[in-house]
C-alpha cells in the first residue's frame, strides 16, 4: 500500500529544495507558507485519507499518532507555524540580507563598494530562536518519514499476520 501522505511529504522536499534557492520578499512568504502548511498536511492526509482507506490502516495510524510527541518542540513548531501563517498570516521565520562593503587599502570608505552580499534566514522567536527554518522544514521531514515507515511496517506486519493465520 502506498500512502497518499508520501506524495503531500515528497511535495514537501521539493518545496523545501526551492526554499533553499535564497529567495526574497514575496517569493520568501510564498514558499514559506507552501513549506509549513505541506509539512502539517502530512499529518492530515495520514489521518483523514490513509487512516480511513482500511481497517488495517486505521488502526496503524492510529497507534502511530498515540505515540507522536505531540509536546516536543519540532512538533509544536510544525502545527503552530502552519496555524499562525494560514490563521493569521504571520511568521516565525524572517530574511535579511548582509552586505559586506569594501573600501580602498587606507580603510576609508570613499562609497558603497558591494564586495558580497549573503542572504540569511532565521526564526524570530519561540523555542527555535536564532535558527535556520529551513533546517526545521528538514527536520519535520525527518520526523514524518519516520512516522510514515512505522505506519507501512505496521500495515505490512499486520497483513503478514493475517495471512498467516489463513494458513
Not at 562609497?111 to 536564532?130: A, D, I, L, R
Not at 512505522?150 to 499486520?158: N, P
Request: glycine letters at 10%; proline letters at 4%; aromatic letters at 8%.
Amino acid at each position: 500500500m502506498t500512502l497518499k501522505a508520501r506524495e503531500v511529504l515528497d511535495d514537501c522536499r521539493f518545496a523545501l529544495r526551492e526554499f533553499r534557492t535564497d529567495p526574497m520578499g514575496q517569493e520568501f512568504r510564498v514558499r514559506w507558507v507552501a513549506a509549513v502548511t505541506l509539512l502539517r498536511a502530512v499529518g492530515h492526509v495520514l489521518r483523514k485519507v490513509d487512516g480511513e482507506s482500511s481497517p488495517r490502516a486505521k488502526e496503524a495510524v492510529r497507534h502511530a499518532w498515540e505515540r507522536l510527541p505531540k509536546d516536543d518542540p519540532l512538533w509544536r513548531f510544525i502545527d503552530d507555524e502552519r496555524n499562525n501563517v494560514l490563521k493569521e498570516y504571520g511568521f516565525g521565520a524572517g530574511q535579511g540580507v548582509a552586505i559586506h562593503v569594501s573600501s580602498l587599502g587606507d580603510g576609508i570608505v570613499y562609497g558603497v563598494v558591494v564586495g558580497s552580499q549573503e542572504v540569511t534566514y532565521v526564526m524570530n522567536s519561540g523555542p527555535f530562536k536564532g535558527r535556520d527554518p529551513r533546517d526545521l522544514i528538514e527536520e519535520g521531514l525527518r520526523l514524518w518519514e519516520t512516522v510514515l515507515e512505522a505506519v507501512e511496517t505496521d500495515i505490512a506486519g499486520a497483513g503478514a499476520d493475517a495471512r498467516q493465520l489463513e494458513t
